[in-house]
């Protein structure tokens, strides 16, 4: 599975997901998908922009529900790495702020993925 960068440079084990996220940097908003998780960050996917790339070091607040949860998360966080690949920007943010209760949830998702099917992403299949 190609997703741009080295594995060895993550920092906590890493559970697949599809879902969508809300991304605001500033005043744009982007909405994107989502293709994994950790207690520390996320891999987000969207729709390359040339006119307003995502900036590395840039900070972020992501929005976002996990499969099977009703509890809506919050997290502030930096872009840490990115690619494009295609029509697509493939970007990876460490969470920097992000509640302990939230961070909890993410977590119980991390350990058992397969309570919610995940759908391999448009931008990863071949």
Known sequence: MF????RNRRL??????????????????VLCQASDISAGGIFLASVFDELHPAL??????????LPGSRVPIS??????????????????VRFAV???SHRRLIQRYVRSPAAA??????FLRG
């Open 75 to 92: 997290a502030r966080g930096r872009v840490i790495r990115q690619v494009a690949n295609g029509r697509f920007h493939l970007t990876a």
């Open 117 to 122: 099917p995940v759908i391999q992403p448009i």
């Open 3 to 6: 997703d741009g960068f080295p």
């Open 98 to 100: 992000i509640a302990p």
């Open 56 to 65: 590395r070091e840039a900070r972020c607040l992501l929005e976002f529900t």
């Open 12 to 29: 906590s084990h890493r559970a697949p997901i599809a879902m969508a996220v809300r991304k605001t940097e500033g005043s744009r908003i």
